[in-house]
């Protein structure tokens, strides 16, 4: 605050005005009828939020269909620019000009207050467009027809209760967090097959599951691939998770299903570390825990699909556990509820994932078509095989991190 | 060779189209008579079945057995307790137990179909995607029917093993989805207003009356000794199924679900077994490559177009404007 004369802890009188983000009572109403008093003029009024700026367009508007014929905006372009900057008045004058070809009586009828309709609806048009394209009519057709359709339950989805339109929406949802938030590199891409089963194996880490999330995401839009998480049933039993999880093409990890899918050609993933890997404390960041029993190892086998192993970096530093109140986590039936230093001390605040620098890189598959489908039996063999992904892992977040550097710069 | 075969629980709706099937099909298929018993009488025309009216949780079924001769046993009607009716558990367990020590004194009885039902595997979040016959249910058969059918099929291996030389057919067939058929699911898509649970969207299957009722012959007429299972092939999601009958779905928490939906379709004048919400929760799906490589039955109706016929059989839903499905 700049003015420095006016009580600590008061805004002043009601109406008053603070000279940077809101005009007094006297302006405004000066503004209104015509003469508009200039405010003192700073740089910094080009910044000046969109309030005033709306608030003065709607008497341009009134007057502008009177005079249909004539450019609008000329009378008033003084007075216009005498309270808002050029951008305004250029965005006001389209705004009015569009309105009344659109709607010829619509302004005649005076406003009192709010923003008039056609303005919503030059406004909305507008926004299609930017947000569409310059095709969005039939774009915005397209969109009305699949509304329609999911409305009637018109589509299709498969035995594990996967939707793929639901799995575009996600993936679109989540690209400006995994690209614009976690900075996302992806290497090694080409190590998914373009079609047939394959069996990914990541590591674990963020105390939620994101990097699930987010290691989808990479595989749809690089590789072009839907990827079918395996999930532990603590997922399937909580509201909402569960079902949205089942959407989006997750299913239970069990031999059963794994088996299934991969048998079927589809992508599948798995994090054989499971809770004990999200749920770990900071300090053990990139160390991967137990990796499971090695069922994953055995399910491809009888499968014949290769493994492919996956190093996620980055989603260890989004939620750092700094404690658990494993009492409370019992009580609620969870794995462990954790503490990290903005939650929950910020409340929701804290749910805000912290903005790390994020790699997945795609390691070379191990193949598992040389040995017999009945090799999944042994168990000494399966132990080995699970011991040379969780090493090739290991090295792959050791290499990563170097790679990477700070964590969040 | 003629045959004799007894029907148990003629008085419910599917069980009686099995018999009437099974006694239209007639001498050419070799059957030669068809025995219909119950408690209560039919309301069904039951064409050429002979009925009589006895309960199978008395030893009388053992004197039906034997003065007519039977070699088929078809035993049906295991269904979860109905408002109206005695009670579910004496009739499916007891009753089970009854008939099946008849057949075991009975020297003529050459052949067993049971018409179990998809509740032997339970429901809960440990499901698998799809259950094959190998597999026991993880969670949700401590109580209610689902604990019933459970005791029927263990009495029905039992009796496999005392009785080796009988073909024993068990179908577990997911629910029939038909206007006439008298099942929890029809009942509860007939409501105007579908209660679900919150946070949940569980995965359904239904079977056709045609395939089940085919099905069923074929178990009768051929050897076909094994458990199946039997639904139509793909899935429908609860609310994928509301909007396709333009019902709207009512979400209840679902701590207190069971008794709050039952409760809730009560006044809507319908009834729900109590066992019904864990269904409504996790959902099941089976899987019938057995019955397709096995049992040698290729079911001619999906689980979606069992519910289209559903829906055009059934007063149009209150949203059904909204979905644009006439």
């Not at chain 1, 499971?292 to 399910?299: A, D, E, Q, T």
């Not at chain 2, 050419?28 to 949780?57: E, H, M, N, S, Y």
């Not at chain 2, 049992?295 to 949203?319: A, H, K, N, V």
Request: net charge positive; with cysteine.
């Amino acid at each position: 605050m700049n003015d420095d004369r006016k009580t600590i802890g008061s805004g002043g009188k009601p109406g008053r005005g603070n000279h940077a983000t809101s005009p007094s009572v006297a302006a405004r109403s000066l503004a209104g009828a015509g003469t508009a008093k200039k405010p003192v003029a700073r740089p910094k009024k080009v910044a000046e939020p969109a309030k005033p700026t709306a608030k003065k367009a709607a008497p341009a508007k009134k007057a502008a269909p009177k005079k249909a014929a004539t450019p609008p905006t000329e009378p008033q372009k003084p007075r216009l620019r005498a309270v808002t900057d050029e951008d305004a008045a250029a965005a006001a004058a389209a705004a009015a000009e569009e309105a009344a070809r659109r709607t010829r009586t619509a302004g005649a009828a005076p406003q009192p207050a709010g923003i008039p309709l056609d303005e919503i609806v030059v406004a909305v048009i507008q926004a299609a467009q930017r947000v569409l394209g310059t095709d969005w009519e039939s774009r915005a057709a397209t969109l009305l027809a699949t509304v329609r359709k999911r409305l009637s339950g018109d589509y299709e989805i498969d035995e594990f209760g996967f939707d793929p339109e639901i799995a575009e929406v996600l993936s679109a949802a989540i690209e400006p967090i995994a690209e614009k938030w976690f900075r996302l590199e992806v290497r090694g891409i080409e190590n998914i097959p373009e079609e047939g089963g394959a069996l990914l194996v990541a590591n674990h880490s963020g105390t939620v599951p994101l990097d699930g999330l987010i290691t989808g995401y990479a595989v749809k839009k690089y590789a072009g691939r839907n990827l079918r998480p395996l999930g532990a049933d603590l997922v399937f039993s909580l509201p909402v998770v569960g079902q949205v999880a089942r959407k989006v093409g997750a299913t239970l990890a069990c031999q059963e299903d794994a088996e299934r899918l991969l048998t079927t050609g589809e992508l599948a993933g798995v994090w054989p570390e499971g809770f004990k890997g999200i749920g770990k404390p900071f300090a053990e960041r990139y160390k991967l825990q137990r990796f499971g029993r090695g069922g994953f190892v055995s399910s491809a086998m009888r499968a014949q699909v290769p493994i492919v192993p996956v190093s996620i970096v980055g989603a260890e530093e989004i939620y750092p556990l700094v404690g658990n109140v494993p009492s409370l986590a019992r009580l609620l039936g969870l794995p462990y509820l954790p503490i990290t230093p903005f939650f929950p001390l910020l409340g929701p605040l804290g749910l805000v994932p912290l903005p790390s620098k994020w790699i997945i890189e795609f390691g070379e598959p191990v193949r598992t078509d040389a040995y017999e489908p009945e090799a999944a039996d042994d168990p000494m063999l399966l132990f080995n095989v699970t011991d040379q992904v969780r090493e090739t892992i290991q090295q792959t977040l050791y290499k990563l991190l170097v790679d990477r550097g700070n964590a969040f710069f | 060779m003629s045959r004799v075969i007894l029907v148990t629980g003629v008085a419910g709706s599917f069980a009686s189209l099995v018999a009437r099937r099974l006694a239209d099909l007639g001498e050419d298929a070799g059957i030669d008579k068809v025995v219909g018993i119950d408690t209560i009488l039919p309301d069904a025309d039951l064409g050429g079945v002979k009925f009589v009216r006895a309960d199978v949780r008395t030893p009388v079924i053992g004197k039906v057995i034997a003065v007519e001769d039977v070699d088929t046993v078809v035993h049906l009607d295991v269904n979860p307790p109905q408002r109206g009716r005695a009670s579910g558990k004496e009739l499916n367990v007891i009753g089970t137990m009854q008939l099946l020590a008849a057949c075991q004194r009975s020297t003529t009885v050459g052949k067993l179909v049971l018409g179990s039902s998809a509740a032997v595997y339970g429901s809960s979040s440990r499901d698998p995607a799809m259950f094959s016959e190998s597999l026991l249910a993880r969670s949700g058969v401590r109580s209610g029917f689902p604990k019933d059918i459970v005791e029927v099929e263990s009495y029905v291996r039992g009796f496999a093993r005392r009785r080796p030389d009988v073909i024993i057919t068990t179908i577990r067939a997911a629910q029939v989805l038909h206007a006439d058929i008298d099942t929890p699911l029809r009942n509860y898509f007939s409501n105007p207003v579908l209660p679900s649970v919150l946070g949940f969207d569980p995965r359904l299957q239904f079977l056709a009356l045609d395939d089940a009722l085919e099905i069923f012959s074929q178990a009768v007429l051929h050897d076909r000794p094994g458990t199946f299972n039997a639904a139509g092939d793909g899935i429908v999601l609860l609310s994928q199924a509301a909007r396709r009958l333009g019902r709207p779905l009512l979400p209840l928490p679902p701590f207190g679900f069971a008794a709050a939906a039952r409760r809730f379709v009560r006044a809507m004048g319908s009834d729900i077994p109590p066992d019904l919400h864990r269904l409504l929760t996790y959902g099941r799906a089976l899987d019938t490559s057995a019955l397709r490589d096995i049992f040698g039955y290729d079911l001619t109706r999906t689980s979606e177009q069992t519910l289209d016929d559903f829906r055009q059989s059934i007063r149009p839903g209150i949203l059904t404007a909204l979905g644009g499905r006439a």
